[in-house]
T-cell receptor, first 110, second 113 residues
Framework: QKEVEQNSGPLSVPEGAIASLNCTYSDRGSQSFFWYRQYSGKSPELIMFIYSNGDKEDGRFTAQLNKASQYVSLLIRDSQPSDSATYLC??????????FGPGTSLSVIP | DGGITQSPKYLFRKEGQNVTLSCEQNLNHDAMYWYRQDPGQGLRLIYYSQIVNDFQKGDIAEGYSVSREKKESFPLTVTSAQKNPTAFYLCATGGLAGFNEQFFGPGTRLTVL
């Protein structure tokens, strides 16, 4: 089992819709969870982090964490074409290592 | 102007050559990391350093070397022993306290001719 898993996509949503990106992790003791956005040919940019169960909202972005299910998600409301990118989930494990998932490609269709 | 700089942006290497990728930061972060990203792949950790004059191997250290002589600098050398070096190389920095979020430089794209 891979330590951090994401659906590779591509995930396509129409403009204005909610995009839902999912990530599961294997280390039950993981402490912190991060979402990065990476545009094609560019470096990853940190957009959200969460460390406690529940929801964390920042503008159009909401991160959701469920430690019992070992699941973290990112919701993007009112999706825009400029949101088209690859989204990387990263997890800080109980042994203090940050593991990145393979990323999910999102395409927002005008 | 705070941030992380990587140079060069593009680098071409002939077979058998060693090349060095530069990473400099003025964020006063203790930790620095080197990752490799191949097309359609996630990030793989090459080396990391949490303090000056100390560094640790990551998951794919073979064929690479690093140094950390200054807090601000963490250069990566890709040696001729690295058999498939063509990739996008990313340097990241972060604090040691708190949530350990990492921040990335713009990257260097290395191509072997």
């Amino acid at each position: 089992q891979k330590e951090v898993e994401q659906n590779s996509g591509p995930l396509s949503v129409p403009e204005g819709a909610i995009a839902s990106l999912n990530c599961t992790y294997s280390d039950r003791g993981s402490q912190s969870f991060f979402w990065y956005r990476q545009y094609s040919g560019k470096s990853p940019e940190l957009i959200m982090f969460i460390y406690s169960n529940g929801d964390k909202e920042d503008g159009r972005f909401t991160a959701q964490l469920n430690k019992a299910s070992q699941y973290v998600s990112l919701l993007i409301r009112d999706s825009q074409p400029s949101d088209s990118a690859t989204y990387l989930c990263a997890v800080k494990t109980s042994y203090d290592k940050v593991i990145f998932g393979p990323g999910t490609s999102l395409s927002v269709i005008p | 102007d705070g941030g992380i700089t990587q140079s060069p942006k593009y680098l071409f290497r002939k077979e058998g050559q060693n090349v060095t990728l530069s990473c400099e930061q003025n964020l006063n972060h203790d930790a620095m990391y080197w990752y490799r990203q191949d097309p359609g792949q996630g990030l793989r950790l090459i080396y990391y350093s949490q303090i000056v004059n100390d560094f640790q191997k990551g998951d794919i250290a073979e064929g690479y070397s690093v140094s950390r002589e200054k807090k601000e600098s963490f250069p990566l050398t890709v040696t001729s022993a690295q058999k498939n070096p063509t990739a996008f190389y990313l340097c990241a920095t972060g604090g040691l306290a708190g949530f350990n979020e990492q921040f990335f430089g713009p990257g260097t794209r290395l191509t072997v001719l």
